[in-house]
């Protein structure tokens, strides 16, 4: 399959697990709410990209213009590692995509608009038997995917004016 793949849509509530459970939190957009189509034969697994929501570096929404105006380029770029699954760990009934953004922020921001670049594959989706060797892998995935971002094709994608397109 061809990168860059482009994926948006809004981030929902999910079981508020990546957090609580993990030390991880992953913004969840529903596969079905994606805005480019023939997601149906994109593989499971985790992937690594370019993340553009329409929040600031602390995580608070961007001002919004009325009625199509004022709706200026904000919002910010960051790293991102996701996984697009059944989530085995959790015996999970829906497909899922779950991106941890590379940034630490202050606030929630749920509801806010997600633009993804996915640059490329790392692995497929393992089953894991302990939440530990869960989080071993997720660390790994996040370095593998720091390092692939910093080569100059995929620094170059940073710039994608798509990331930060908010319609
Ligand atoms: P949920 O199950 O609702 O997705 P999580 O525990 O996975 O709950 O937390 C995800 C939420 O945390 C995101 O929707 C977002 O609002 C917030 N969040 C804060 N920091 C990050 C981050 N670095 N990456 C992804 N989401 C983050
Ligand atoms: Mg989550």
């Known amino acids: 399959r061809p990168f860059p793949i482009r ?3 809004p981030i929902v509530k999910g079981f508020g697990r990546g957090s609580a459970d993990l030390g ?3 913004a969840n957009i529903p596969l ?3 805005s480019v189509g023939g997601n149906e ?3 499971s697994g985790v992937y690594y990209g370019w993340a553009g929501v329409d929040i600031d570096d602390t995580g608070l929404r961007k001002e919004r213009g009325g009625e199509g105006e004022g709706r200026g380029p ?3 770029v960051w790293e991102m590692v996701m996984s697009i699954g059944w989530n085995p760990y959790y015996k999970n009934e829906v497909r899922s995509v779950e ?3 590379m940034h630490a922020f202050h606030h929630d921001f749920y509801g806010a608009r997600m633009n993804l670049l996915i640059c490329g594959f790392i692995r497929p989706e393992y089953d894991y038997v302990s ?3 869960l989080i071993e892998d997720i660390n790994v995935d996040i370095e593998v995917a720091k390092r692939s971002l910093e080569r100059e094709p995929y620094l170059n994608l940073k710039g994608e004016k798509y990331l930060l397109e908010f319609g």
Request: glycine residues 24%; charged residues 20%.
């Open 74 to 76: 904000g919002g910010g």
């Open 7 to 9: 994926l948006s849509g």
């Open 99 to 101: 991106v941890h953004i």
């Open 32 to 34: 079905a709410g994606l």
């Open 24 to 26: 991880i939190p992953t």
């Open 41 to 43: 034969d994109v593989e």
């Open 131 to 133: 939440k530990e060797s």
